[in-house]
């Protein structure tokens, strides 16, 4: 599932104001926390967009067979995002 901005920001606050109420940190200036994880989560977001988009790049290569049946798509796709996930080690879920 994409997140949105609003999603990623909202969830970003309610981590950062959940450690900070539970004293598991301090923040002096809790809205720069909330940045830095908005910007760390979007960043993540971004990279995974960009491997499912070389994912479906590589796959083109196979369409004739994918066409056929003889190959199921979503299963190669989870299959080669995995492995490219794995090689780059990049954490995907």
Do not use: C
């Not at 200036?29 to 908005?38: C, F, G, N, Q, R």
């Amino acid at each position: 599932m994409r997140l949105t901005r609003d999603q990623v920001e909202a969830m970003s606050q309610k981590i950062v104001r959940g450690l900070i109420r539970d004293e598991l940190i301090t923040a002096d200036h809790p809205e720069k926390a909330i940045d830095l994880l908005a910007q760390v989560f979007a960043a993540d977001l971004e990279a995974e967009e960009r491997l499912n988009e070389e994912v479906h790049e590589l796959l083109k290569n196979y369409s004739d067979e994918i066409n056929r049946g003889m190959v199921n798509y979503q299963e190669l796709f989870r299959k080669v995002k995995s492995k490219l996930a794995r090689d780059r080690k990049l954490v995907i879920s």
